[in-house]
């Protein structure tokens, strides 16, 4: 049965493989491009010390290995995070066998595989599945009292993403809410590891500790991106969740309630599955009261939560199935293709132009990017503002690589500027750059495409500036709040 869940969960998410990547994917694409190629003061390089090095680093071996495009990597690290995916799912059945038995087991790895927005992040290019991996690990182990193991497991998930702390201080708080003081010794073993194993990242080259502090109090620019009212994930749940999932969790976290508070939290003994319940509880609500009042509330931030919600809704119907005296099978059939049904009809893009507020801006990037390759290919010269830099513009078009892109100065001479910047087939221009400045270097340099990003909200941007200076010479393509300009009849030439 686990197989026939794997398979499903395969074919659940294979085609989510080539979706429009959001930002932080093509800027971790880059980063594993520039890093695998020496590029290394190429303006994306720089992600590349914002996270733990262990799943950008699988990235560069790939990519030294291989060679390929940033395209074949995007596909080849998309592949690797729903790998890891299907292993955190087999975790999951792992976890919840031994903590509510066999029917929680193959429940919990059910409601794992269909999870409308595990289904969609699971082949993200990110760390999320890749660190929950090492975190059920740490998990597992811990309660099979292999603690020096345990430890090095979340060293691990420490070196690759720091979303990870969540479970160990839910683990924390159970046992000192399950007055568990025995196991603390123990804990604190393995913390020791994992401090030891993942220390010098965080001391010596991790570059974004402070950013995170920022990003949470919503001083971080990017903060100011994804915020969101307090209840946003909690208004999500029906959609990350689906309902079936939903109801069936919200059964289990009510049986533990009701449980512990007619046995009472302190127990006699070895833990029972309301311990482990409690505990999936604890971690899932300390995720969720993290992002309630995180000023920023970026999507993929809920995917620490996805297992552990995941095994309460297993042990949940685990529950109804046990009490349920008759009809059993039918019952099963019923939830099995109700859940399969309402998951399959969830898009990729219709969800998330609800989860993500810079998806539709992605696909507008996408959209121009390809017009402009249609018209200029490989080889063609644009000028865009510096302002509009976007990792995932530069990941779509087809005449970026590293080390080709520079930024312009403002009054250089022509001859000088033709010396210098002739080699190279993107220029930025200077955020302060006025239309007459970027009129004359444009004269110079003869770009095909002057691509600016309207922004109406922003008139004192000199990029909206430009926007509209150039719009009284040239009649721009307009693709959402992307200008384009074609340069080529400006200066009566044509540079492809």
């Avoid at 059910?110 to 090492?134: C, G, H, N, Y």
């Amino acid at each position: 049965m686990l197989v026939v869940i794997i398979f499903a969960a395969l074919l659940l998410r294979i085609f989510n493989i080539g979706h429009v990547l959001a930002w932080d994917e093509a800027w971790n694409v880059h980063s594993i491009v520039d890093a695998a190629t020496g590029n290394t003061s190429d303006v994306f390089f720089k992600n590349f010390w914002r996270h733990p090095p262990l799943y950008l680093g699988c990235g560069i071996l790939v990519e030294m290995l291989s060679g390929a495009s940033r395209f074949g990597l995007a596909y080849v690290m998309e592949f690797i995070s729903l790998t890891f995916s299907i292993i955190l799912l087999f975790l999951v059945f792992l976890c919840a066998k031994d903590w509510f038995g066999d029917i929680a087991a193959l429940a919990s790895s059910f409601a794992f595989a269909v999870m409308p927005a595990a289904r969609i992040f699971d082949t993200w290019i990110k760390q999320e599945s890749m660190t929950l991996v090492f975190c059920l690990l740490y998990l597992l182990f811990f309660f099979r009292k292999k603690y020096i193991v345990a430890g090095l497991c979340l060293g691990v998930a420490l070196l690759t993403k720091e979303i990870c702390v969540f479970i160990p201080v839910g683990l924390f708080l159970f046992l000192i809410i399950s007055r568990s003081f025995g196991k603390l010794k123990e804990f604190s073993e393995g913390i020791a590891v994992a401090v030891v194993i993942s220390a010098w990242w965080y001391l010596f080259f991790a570059s974004s500790t402070g950013q995170f502090i920022d990003f949470f109090f919503g001083k971080h620019e990017s903060a100011k991106v994804f915020w969101a009212p307090w209840y946003l994930f909690w208004r999500r749940l029906p959609q990350d969740f689906g309902w079936i999932i939903l109801v069936f969790a919200g059964i289990g976290l009510l049986s533990i309630i009701w449980r512990l508070k007619a046995r009472g939290i302190k127990r006699e003994g070895e833990l029972e599955e309301v311990d482990y319940g409690l505990l999936m509880a604890i971690i899932f609500f300390v995720v969720y009261l993290v992002m309630t009042v995180s000023y920023g509330k970026p999507p993929w931030l809920a995917y620490s939560a996805f297992p552990f919600f995941a095994i309460l809704a297993g042990f949940g119907f685990s529950l109804v199935l046990n009490a349920l005296t008759c009809f059993r099978i039918h019952f099963v059939v019923v939830v099995l293709v109700l859940t399969l049904a309402l998951s399959i009809i969830v898009g990729y893009n219709s969800f998330m132009m609800g989860a993500d507020v810079t998806f539709s801006g992605g696909l507008v990037v996408k959209r121009a990017s390809e017009y402009v390759n249609k018209e200029i290919g490989e080889k063609g010269k644009i000028m865009l503002s510096a302002f509009d830099v976007s990792p995932v513009l530069f990941f779509y078009l087809k005449n970026y690589s590293p080390g080709g892109m520079v930024t312009l100065e403002r009054n250089i001479e022509p001859e000088s500027a033709m010396r210098i910047y002739s080699k190279y087939n993107i220029f930025l221009l200077d955020k302060g750059t006025t239309p007459i400045e970027a009129a004359n270097l444009i004269s110079v340099l003869r770009p095909s495409f002057l691509l600016v990003r309207y922004r109406p909200g922003y008139r004192g941007k000199n990029a909206t500036y430009l926007a509209v200076s150039f719009a009284s010479l040239i009649k721009p393509k307009k693709i959402g709040s992307i200008w384009l300009f074609d340069l080529r009849d400006y200066y009566g030439g044509d540079n492809r």
